[in-house]
């Protein structure tokens, strides 16, 4: 019996080195990446400034009650979210569609932000926007921090 558990132990103990080895694997695979994929995370990196830049002002447009402006900064998004689909992190590059997922929640989050906002739903409009923040935020906890 004894022989057994300690059988079982060892198998857990290189069972999660070979998990870690292979972790290690992936980590090194980005540095082989083609012309395409670098192109992909340069675009990645030109975008986030301006969706910093953009939805500031989108929250400041909101809370001016500037539906007009509202609606200017939430299209400059809403325009780069096909890119932001196509662009790929540095990590976690495997859990693609997680990354277009958490792309289709921020595109759904500023379209109801400005629609809201349209209707003259102020309060539901800032409730939109947490969610815009939140796919930020949930996008760069898995992809970038
Ligand atoms: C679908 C995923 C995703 C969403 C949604 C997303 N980001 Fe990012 N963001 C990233 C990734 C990945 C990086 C890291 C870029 C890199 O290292 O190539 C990043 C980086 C950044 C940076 C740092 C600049 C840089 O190039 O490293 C800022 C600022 C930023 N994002 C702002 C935002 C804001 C504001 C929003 C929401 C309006 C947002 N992001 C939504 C994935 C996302």
Request: aromatic share 4%.
């Amino acid at each position: 019996m004894k022989h057994r558990n300690i059988t079982r132990i060892l198998c857990l103990v290189l069972g999660s080195l070979a998990i870690n080895s292979a972790a290690f694997a992936h980590g090194t695979e980005k540095h082989g990446k083609t012309a395409t994929a670098d192109l992909q995370m340069k675009k990645l990196h030109e975008m986030m400034p301006m969706f910093s830049v953009t939805s500031a002002k989108l929250e400041a447009a909101l809370e001016k009650g500037d539906v007009a402006e509202a609606e200017t900064e939430a299209g400059k998004i809403i325009a780069a979210v096909p890119d932001l689909k196509k662009s790929k992190p540095h990590k976690n590059i495997k859990q693609r569609k997680r990354f277009v997922e958490l792309a289709t929640k921020l595109d759904k989050a500023v379209i109801s932000t400005v629609e809201l906002a349209k209707k003259g739903d102020v309060a539901g409009a800032k409730a939109a926007f947490k969610q815009v923040e939140e796919a930020c935020a949930e996008c760069h906890v898995k992809f970038r921090d």
